[in-house]
């Protein structure tokens, strides 16, 4: 494990536009299951029911009550070391950016700046009739289903359901940075949920390293990763920030 560590570093230290990758698995640490994993929320709910903007549209309390069940998962959570070692590459001017399939925030929490997030921020609130846009903390009361302080419509959690597209911005984004990296890391995740999936291989077609930190090994591994660290990343990252730090 020690040469992976090192010759990650090596290659990361000597990149002129690194980029991250991140899903679930950066954030179990902090407290927050995996979604798909076993004793995770599609355990116990349906998400083509309680997840779908269809369904959102046509009985959002029910609705509701699943997400009131996610943000008690969590409401609690803070940035466990994967996340700080990622704030601290990107203050180094190491990494350029991080693209995350998480809802969560924890990236910009623990102070990463250039983040794009597929699936949007479970911290935020919408209104699909009116458009204003809210911060949940304006809405305090726990389990009260939150309406708009303009029209009165119940407002949706600011994440991307099944059913709706991934904005456009985050995915032009993605793209000009997975064109223009020459290094990716990719962090707690598969990678197999397009468009995300995508990201890995494009940078890969042009000519980037690939860096796959994971519990175990995907369908990356075998295919276009060239260095595998296993583990928790909350553990092997900021080993892999120490060897870089000591380049």
């Known amino acids: 494990m020690e040469d992976q560590y090192k010759r990650a570093a090596e290659?990361?230290?000597?990149?002129?536009?690194?980029?991250?990758?991140t899903g679930a698995g950066i954030s179990t640490e902090s407290g927050i299951p995996d979604f798909r994993s076993a004793g995770g929320l599609w355990e116990k709910y349906d998400p083509m029911k309680y997840a779908h903007i269809n369904s959102f549209r046509r009985d959002p309390e029910e609705v509701w009550g699943m997400f009131f069940d996610l943000t008690d998962l969590t409401r609690n959570a803070k940035p466990n070391p994967a996340h700080i070692s990622l704030a601290k590459l990107e203050e180094m001017g190491i990494l350029k950016g991080?693209?995350?399939?998480?809802?969560?925030?924890?990236?910009?929490?623990?102070?990463?700046?250039?983040?794009?997030?597929f699936h949007g921020n479970a911290n935020y609130l919408e209104c699909l009739d009116c458009k204003s846009r809210y911060d949940s903390k304006e809405f305090k009361v726990d389990r009260i289903i939150p309406r708009c302080l303009n029209c009165g419509a119940i407002l949706k959690p600011s994440v991307v359901f099944f059913g709706e597209m991934i904005p456009q911005d985050a995915l032009w984004r993605s793209e000009h940075l997975a064109i223009s990296a020459d290094?990716?890391?990719?962090?707690?995740?598969?990678?197999?949920?397009?468009?995300?999936?995508?990201?890995?291989?494009?940078?890969?077609?042009?000519?980037?390293?690939?860096?796959?930190?994971?519990?175990?090994?995907?369908?990356?591994?075998?295919?276009?990763?060239d260095i595998f660290i296993e583990g928790f990343v909350g553990s092997t990252l900021p080993v892999l920030f120490s060897h870089i730090k000591g380049l």
């Open 11 to 21: 290659i990361i230290i000597n990149s002129k536009n690194c980029i991250s990758l």
């Open 98 to 117: 991080v693209v995350t399939q998480n809802i969560d925030n924890l990236h910009q929490e623990a102070g990463c700046k250039n983040v794009i997030e």
């Open 183 to 225: 290094s990716v890391l990719v962090i707690g995740t598969s990678a197999v949920v397009y468009p995300a999936s995508g990201i890995p291989y494009t940078a890969k077609a042009n000519g980037a390293t690939i860096i796959e930190m994971n519990l175990e090994r995907t369908s990356l591994t075998s295919s276009i990763t």
